[in-house]
């Protein structure tokens, strides 16, 4: 049976800065781009392992304290940055990796996003980026 990480304690980071608290969703995909190696011969498209192209996408309440989201954000619109993510609080591990994209870009940031009795809440994407993985 396969492992499975119920997820009560994630870890995120974005320029250093724990967001942790008021992070409420977080994908990471690893991507590598594809490069056609066909060539004449071949009767089928081969393909090699390009560029990396990865992204990282987070959902986030939308807060302007002091050191809170919206503060830790606007600074980074149009520049690159680190974030992180691991599935607990734990040590780095085989089961609790640290995903790290460094020199992620944050094209856009929503600066307000509102509706009545509801907290605000905001989705935003970092492109591109080295994608590592730390175990120990």
């Known amino acids: 049976m396969a492992t499975t990480t119920y997820l009560s304690n994630p870890v995120v980071t974005v320029n250093s800065v724990a967001l942790t608290g008021w992070c409420t969703a977080a994908t990471v995909n690893r991507v590598v781009e594809s490069i056609d190696t066909t060539s004449f011969g071949s009767t089928a498209r081969e393909?090699?392992?390009?560029?990396?192209?990865?992204?990282?996408?987070?959902?986030?309440?939308?807060?302007?304290?002091?050191?809170?989201?919206?503060?830790?954000?606007?600074?980074?619109?149009?520049?690159?940055?680190?974030?992180?993510?691991?599935?607990?609080?734990?040590?780095n591990s085989a089961t609790n990796p640290l995903h790290?994209?460094?020199?992620?870009?944050?094209?856009?940031?929503?600066?307000?996003?509102?509706?009545?009795?509801?907290?605000?809440?905001?989705?935003?994407?970092f492109t591109g980026g080295a994608y590592t993985e730390v175990v120990v």
């Open 47 to 91: 393909y090699s392992g390009g560029l990396q192209n990865n992204e990282v996408t987070m959902s986030l309440f939308l807060t302007y304290g002091a050191s809170e989201v919206y503060a830790t954000l606007k600074a980074l619109v149009g520049t690159r940055t680190t974030v992180t993510l691991k599935a607990t609080s734990a040590a």
């Open 100 to 125: 790290t994209i460094t020199g992620c870009y944050l094209e856009a940031l929503p600066v307000l996003q509102t509706t009545v009795g509801e907290m605000s809440q905001i989705d935003i994407t």
